[in-house]
């Protein structure tokens, strides 16, 4: 490590770790069948980094139970080119035999003869209780082995206590506690590449079509399936359909009436008196009663397979690195815990405290409490409950174009509220807009409201290309990728007169202004011209959208995951491309500014050895060290080395300096080459988060809208006004909760020159991507000091032990 602040270099990282006569031994086993094998390399190397000794354990429990070639020691090399890969690559089985207390007084005899003392394992609640347990009895096992001869009293001594961390993998997202469990969003991939495919099928024959995905005793997967393509109806375990749901369900697709109509079913689907709904019988009402050509699907085990998808990939490593610096840590004391995903955190919690709560929504369910059930889902679910509950009426909304003089005696009428609200699209297009809008112009239909479409950003609201948009102009919007309403990157400045009169000539009460850092900039300029004209003085709210992830307010923006699994994908090919050459090592420009969002994430996700950005500085002694790497990696087994930069991470040292750079300093060893991935990164379909995420926020903002509209005609009666610093707000992600926060207040944690927040959550990642790579010195800021502790801090006060 250097320090940089007193230019020293010191050879700290000895202090950090286990003296490699005293190794700690770290035991890998799993247990379930997603998208582990991220997970798998991160523990792996971030152990193999501490000094300590890490074993693979083939065929989850049935291996730790056999013992022999089922447990060998896990090397660096030997996770080289895994992110890619689906499953498991050291297997998983069920295991009975561990169920049995000789089964699991053979699989302590294995731990105990090898001196691993600190077990990580992958699984689902019931393999991670059978873990807890087998720490729970582990002094009476040790004990019981001594007692029949198998092991000494010294080795008993020097594996006195079995200490365990958990980390789910379940594609169901069934466990209770995290926000996400590892594997699901590559489900979720895999769903909806079907469903895409089947309702273009469906569009163009005219069919009703019923999907069924996997979720026996969880809806978490067919919940946001269904929000993410627009179902007409779902069906989860947690929240059967009220008594007479038939009736319901015709009434809705007749008052539809599309060519095409979507029905997503969990595999546990339920009716009120626990009795399964079968996608047969579904399919028969409608197929019987209204003569619809009707189509069933059964997804199955295809949802297991395929890729991970990047989010899966930096989930899995961040809970791997998690999990080892839990063992780490561990104490005799300690107990059992399970690495959580908490918003934009990595979190440890209770492992059986987690695992009693997700038996309690079994309980919750089958005791008819399915109020309960949702709530004790958590909070995400919940929101995903919610925002499907409001999308889904039965009748869209009939609703007349409103006058331009609005007597408060009809304003918020039943049926009728006589606002209108407008939609615009500012700055560079990008995955999950059309969501976006889609969401927000059926919830203000919903709530009564006009919705208006204005069309190619600002200059379309100062051109008056402004027009109202109905329920059905929106239908299938959340597959779509751009911006089907057109968007510039111009912002009001010049225009602010002609603006605020046509917000007059078109009645506007309230604007939804959709896009990127332009989108915050010019919310700005509109708060900042109330002064001179009224007419901006209308609730406002900006939704972040944007693959460079620059918006300040939000940990996350629409269309970052879409550019950031096309990224992945790339990468993912380009290395490939080089297991036949060998020895070459690709420089790949990404975009996002001078934002490093894309270039870091997908360092993670793609496994590069480096990744330059503009919020990190680099000089010319940082590529030579990296060039020095790069050598030293071509003497390994894994030939081929890849180097991500962001678009502006620096003005000198371009992509085509680094291209050159690279190249001439790697003859004779490497050679090189270029790829500057462009605007492909802002194309393609939408991934499901984006489509989930642009849905609940053009919700959220209609319905926050809706408050501020209500709150002014009480200050202002019979007209709107609004120019408090907490009618313009920005709609972001923070941690676990979508927040309003002023857009005036987010000035201070914003580089406008730079177009960047000054605080940025995910650059505290950086060190788990250098660490991953196998730099051998990993340099750090001192800002970055607390980070880098996450990695390393206690690990040189092991003492013995393996994982």
Not at 258 to 271: H, K, P, T, W, Y
Not at 547 to 560: E, H, K, L, W, Y
Not at 594 to 616: F, H, P, V
Request: proline content about 3%.
């Amino acid at each position: 490590v250097k320090d940089k602040d007193s230019n020293r270099n010191s050879d700290t990282r000895n202090k950090y770790t286990v003296n490699n006569n005293n190794k700690l031994k770290i035991k890998w086993l799993y247990t379930g069948s997603t998208s582990m094998n991220a997970a798998v390399r991160a523990t792996v190397r971030v152990g193999i980094y501490t000094g300590a000794k890490v074993y693979f354990v083939h065929e989850g429990y049935q291996g730790l139970v056999d013992g022999g070639d089922n447990i060998k020691p896990a090397t660096w090399e030997s996770v080289s080119m895994m992110l890619q890969l689906g499953g498991t690559v050291i297997g998983s089985a069920r295991c009975m035999d561990f169920k049995e207390k000789w089964g699991r007084l053979k699989a302590a005899c294995n731990l105990v003869k090898l001196g691993i003392t600190n077990l990580c394992v992958i699984g689902g609640d019931g393999s991670l209780t059978g873990a807890n347990q087998f720490r729970t009895e582990w002094s009476e096992l040790l004990a019981d082995l001594i007692k029949q001869g198998k092991i000494t009293a010294e080795e008993a001594k020097r594996s006195s206590h079995l200490n365990i961390v958990g980390m789910v993998g379940s594609i169901d997202n069934d466990f209770c506690g995290t926000d996400m469990t590892i594997g699901t969003d590559s489900a979720l991939h895999r769903i909806i590449e079907v469903v895409d495919a089947i309702t273009t099928t469906a569009q163009s024959h005219q069919r009703t079509f019923i999907l069924e995905v996997m979720g026996r005793h969880c809806g978490y997967l067919a919940l946001v399936t269904a929000l993410a393509c627009g179902a007409d109806w779902v069906f989860i375990p947690e929240m059967p359909p009220e008594d007479n749901w038939e009736e319901h369900l015709c009434k809705r697709l007749i008052a539809r009436g599309s060519r095409l109509n979507v029905i997503i079913m969990a595999e546990g689907a339920q009716d009120r008196k626990q009795k399964p709904i079968t996608c047969d019988q579904v399919k028969n009402l409608v197929s019987k009663k209204l003569g619809f050509d009707t189509r069933s699907t059964i997804l199955g085990h295809v949802q297991r397979g395929g890729t991970p998808s990047a989010f899966d990939r930096i989930l899995g490593s961040r809970m791997g690195v998690e999990a080892v610096m839990a063992l780490l840590e561990a104490t005799p004391e300690t107990p059992a815990c399970v690495v959580s995903l908490s918003g934009n955190m990595a979190i440890r919690l209770p492992l059986m405290e987690c695992v009693q709560v997700t038996k309690d929504v079994t309980v919750a369910m089958a005791e008819g409490r399915f109020e309960d059930a949702v709530n004790l889902r958590g909070k995400s679910f919940q929101n995903n409950w919610n925002t499907y509950k409001m999308l889904a009426h039965v009748n869209p909304p009939e609703v007349k174009v409103a006058p331009k003089i609005h007597p408060l005696s009809v304003l918020f009428s039943p049926s009728q509220s006589n606002i209108n609200i407008a939609i615009v699209n500012v700055g560079a297009p990008c995955a999950g807009m059309n969501a976006a809008v889609r969401s927000a112009v059926r919830a203000g239909l919903i709530q009564g409201h006009q919705m208006l479409a204005i069309h190619d950003g600002f200059d379309g609201l100062a051109n008056g290309q402004i027009e109202p948009i109905t329920w059905a102009q929106v239908g299938g919007w959340t597959g779509k990728g751009g911006s089907n309403l057109g968007t510039k990157r111009n912002l009001p400045g010049k225009n602010i007169e002609q603006i605020s009169l046509n917000i007059a000539k078109f009645n506007i009460h309230s604007l939804i202004i959709i896009g990127g850092f332009e989108a915050y900039l010019g919310g700005l300029e509109l708060v900042t011209a109330r002064e001179k004209y009224e007419e901006l003085c209308i609730p406002m709210v900006v939704i972040p959208a944007t693959v460079s992830n620059n918006v300040p307010g939000s940990d996350f923006s629409i269309g970052a995951d879409t550019a950031l699994n096309t990224i992945t994908t790339t990468c993912d090919r380009i290395k490939q491309s080089a297991a036949g050459t060998k020895r070459r090592v690709f420089i790949i420009e990404t975009m996002g500014g001078y934002c490093g969002y894309l270039a870091t994430m997908a360092g993670l996700s793609s496994g590069a050895d480096a990744a330059y950005i503009y919020e990190e500085p680099f000089h010319i002694h940082d590529l030579e060290l990296n060039v020095v790497h790069l050598i030293e990696k071509m003497k390994t087994s894994v030939k081929r080395g890849l180097i991500l930069r962001n678009s502006n991470a620096n003005d000198n040292y371009t992509t085509q300096f680094l291209y050159n750079l690279y190249s001439e300093e790697g003859k004779g060893t490497f050679d090189c080459r270029m790829n500057i991935l462009g605007h492909m990164q802002q194309g393609g379909t939408p991934t499901p988060f984006d489509r989930n995420f642009g849905t609940k926020m053009g919700a959220k903002s209609v319905m926050w809208l809706t408050d501020k509209l209500k709150e002014s005609l009480f200050v202002s009666p019979g007209r709107i006004f609004a120019n408090t610093p907490d009618s313009a707000c920005v709609l972001g992600m923070k941690r676990r909760s979508l927040i309003f926060q002023p857009l005036a207040s987010l000035k201070e944690d914003t580089d406008f020159e730079h177009r960047i927040p000054k605080t940025e959550w995910w650059l505290k990642l950086r060190p788990i991507l250098k660490i991953l790579a196998r730099y051998e010195a990993v340099e750090i800021d001192t800002s970055e000091v607390a980070a880098m502790e996450h990695i390393i801090k206690k690990t040189g006060e092991i003492k013995g032990g393996k994982i």
